[in-house]
């Protein structure tokens, strides 16, 4: 009696672990033999007539959590999953070791490219050269790495060009004078440094404008509510916030609004959907757009042309435009990229 | 009457023995079908570089799994091992890249790599013996203690260099301080340091806990803190000594993954100490102390590592892989228990039989 029901027990301990694993096993590659469909005309003959379109390509982005790089990746590997490739969609966790290991799962699963959002600008050099010496190309969107000449194009958004163009904003909605505080991200991430250089390479030229606080939310909604609300606390007569990125901003204005202070101007960075929503309801001011779609498709072409010429044609370091929204324009995207067909907002 | 019980004894014995072998061996059980399962499911899973790598990967959490298998057999936790990772990584990047001021004269030392090295295990072993300290002379619980070392931890490895990462750990040649990352990317007879290491302190560990008398004390410790205390152990010290393996441990692998990098980041190792407790616990070491063995550590750590690389290379999205190690974990401790009642039922049929039948079989 007893070792039928510890038999029994036994199976359940797997029946979840490789349940999962086969039905994810099936439900994975189906999307990609959806995918493929309206484009086996030619995908299907690529692999064998040695064009060498075709091949696994890994996609690795932080936590997909965060809709900026769920966005991220998507795109990425749908582009790939276009193009005739599969696709292994993977999450580092910002853990440079964890990044490590995936690429090297990556290496040995033969994959013929990785395109990475990286989880470090120096500590993920060893593993892009890793991948590198196994003959696999890597293409960075998003982050920098400090190393050149070892991935095959790092495609980042023009960050310092993307806060200026905040900065300038902000200021004009302040009038070039008052009390503001600064929001900055992560002390570790080059990003938040970029474009704190940015805005005050703007601001500090406007002598009305004075700088109140300067505190990091560590690019978090949360924090971004408690660092404003105990900054409140000391300067009540704050004018202006601008932050980092939208979470942190969308933090302050959450704590903004619970204090009664909704004349406040708030500005973010990114573009994200819960940003464009916020500056659509009149709360956050302005934001600046990241690029992800065309970041992520252009990774995901170059990848292509490269596996197929070996060569992307263009340098390794690109960078792309930021785009500022405002009431004006903000409702004309969603998903960081423009919407099709959307009209101008009222 | 005697035959009849002796007639009755080995087939009754044999079924519940059966199913405590069954219940002992889950995890191996476990990790064998995973295999096969993922060597069917992906054509690269089986092949010998792949298994290398995971063999590499697994490494990391098996030597925290180790180190923590002594403090969990204490009764203990130790929670603050991936804090520790982290400090270590630091202390290490902070040795290669800046050295070592020595403060009034104003000069700086570059200590030799493998100083570097011995310098950031001993100061694991150091927070270490601070957590066992804590313990014993201010009997703080082990979770709290080390909880706090989490943090404190934590927060040092972010000071070193205020939150920065030490990039690029190559050393200069007019240092001598070069080599540092042979640790993480070289090999001995084709395999990688990381897995030598892993071997080499599995065994240390079996043979520690298995055949000596400090082994011994840490199951008696575990088993019955007073019972242990009155028949002569030293207990705080053997607590402490468990706690410093542990920091050890972590500091082993603070400069593997360092090594590994070419880079210390102050928030390496986060989360670690739950990976290594899950290891410790699927192997079957009770938390509750005094049960458990290395090997089954081993096993565990492996589980959770064919878990993690298997379902990475089919693609599964990262939120399936926690909800499938989470419940992976949870029934392993459900048969644990299982095991437990088991063997209790074995303990109570040999009493019945030696009232039954006290003469010699013979």
Known sequence: MIDRRTAGLKGLILIPALALAACQGTSQASPSAATQPPATSEPTAAPSSGGEAGGLVCVIVPPVENPFFGAMQQIAADKAEELGYTTLRLVHDDDANKQLELFENCISQQAKAIILDNAGADASVAAVQKAKEAGIPSFLVDREITQEGVAAAQIVSNNFQGATILAERFVELMGEEGEYIELTGKDTDTNAHVRSDGYHDVIDKIPGMTMVAQQTANWSQPEGFSVMESLLQAHPNVKGVIAGNDTMALGAQAALIAAGKTDVIVVGFDGSDDAIQSIGKGELKATSLQPVAEMAIQAAIQADLFIRTGSTGKPEKQSIDMVLLTPDNACQYEQFAPKEGAGSCS | ?362
């Open chain 2, 1 to 362: 009457m005697t035959a009849r019980a002796q007639a009755i004894r080995p087939r009754g014995l044999t079924r519940t023995e059966v199913a405590q072998v069954l219940l002992r061996g889950t995890a191996l059980i476990a990790l064998a079908v995973m295999v096969v399962v993922f060597g069917a499911l992906s054509p690269t899973f089986l092949q010998l570089t792949n298994l290398e790598i995971l063999a590499k990967q697994t490494a990391i959490n098996a030597i925290l799994a180790i180190g923590m298998t002594f403090v969990i057999l204490t009764g203990g936790i130790d929670l603050s091992v991936g804090s520790i990772v982290g400090l270590t990584a630091m202390i290490a990047g902070l040795l290669i890249n800046e050295g070592l001021q020595i403060g009034a004269l104003g000069v700086i030392v570059y200590p030799h790599t493998w100083m570097v090295m011995v310098i950031a295990l001993v100061a694991g072993a150091l927070v270490g013996a601070i957590n066992g300290l804590i313990i014993t002379r201010f009997s703080v619980a082990p979770f709290i203690a080390t909880l706090g070392m989490l943090y404190v931890a934590r927060g040092a490895a972010g000071l070193l260099n205020n939150g920065n990462t030490f990039p690029n750990l190559v050393g200069r040649p007019e240092l001598g301080n070069t080599g540092f990352a042979e640790l993480g990317a070289g090999e001995l007879l084709g395999v990688s340091w990381a897995i030598w290491i892993m071997g080499a302190l599995a065994l240390v560990a079996w043979f520690v806990t298995s055949l000596t008398p400090f082994g011994r004390a840490v199951y008696a410790v575990g088993g019955n803190q007073r019972s242990a205390e009155l028949s002569g152990i030293r207990v705080d010290r053997t607590k402490l000594v468990v706690y410093m393996i542990s920091g050890l441990c972590a500091a082993t692998v603070g400069l593997i993954i360092a090594s590994q990098l070419v880079a210390a980041h102050p928030a390496t190792g986060e989360f670690f100490e739950l990976n290594a407790i899950a290891a410790v616990v699927l192997g079957g070491t009770s938390l509750s102390g005094g049960r458990g063995t290395i090997v089954g550590t081993m096993i565990g750590a492996f589980v959770i590592g064919v878990l993690t690389v298997g379902l990475n290379q089919l693609g599964v999205s990262s939120f399936w892989q926690l909800i499938v190690k989470g419940s992976v974990i949870v029934l392993a401790l459900v048969l644990d228990q299982l095991q437990v009642r088991v063997q209790r039922r074995i303990a109570l049929q040999q009493q019945a039989h030696a009232d039954v039948a006290p003469a010699p079989a013979g």
